[in-house]
């Protein structure tokens, strides 16, 4: 089976910035892309940020020039930095990823999984 679990949230004052983590461990073969969602109260799920093994990255228009996705291959890590904060921030925030699962039968593609979340709360 493969894990997520994600880390970095808290309470923030406008302006100020976070660094969520995301380690996925378990029978991964490889991982194609990482990315990060969020889901405020009474909203739906959102995408924030993806990044793919080429190094491709896209952000939502909501958080372009604010925040910033990174990855660890080698850890199966994906990271998001998030400056410049704003109340309208303030979310749950998810890590999904697309990646091959290793099997007693060989490689299985396309799968995906994510994590249960991190709270981030922008508020002063």
């Known amino acids: 089976q493969v894990q997520l679990v994600e880390s970095g949230g808290g309470l923030v004052q406008p302006g100020g910035s976070l660094r969520l983590s995301c380690v996925a461990s378990g029978s991964i073969f490889s991982i194609n892309a990482m990315e990060w969602y969020r889901q405020a109260p009474g909203k739906e799920r959102e995408l924030v940020a993806g990044?793919?093994?080429?190094?491709?990255?896209n952000y939502a228009d909501f958080v372009k020039g604010r925040f910033t996705i990174s990855r660890d291959n080698a850890k199966n890590t994906v990271f998001l930095q998030m400056n410049s904060l704003k109340p309208e921030d303030t979310a749950v925030y998810y890590c999904?990823?697309?990646?091959?699962?290793?099997?007693?039968?060989?490689?299985?593609?396309?799968?995906?999984?994510w994590g249960k979340g991190t709270l981030v709360t922008v508020s002063s």
């Open positions: 999904r990823i697309d990646f091959s699962l290793s099997t007693i039968w060989g490689v299985k593609n396309d799968i995906n999984a």
């Open positions: 990044s793919t093994s080429d190094g491709s990255t």
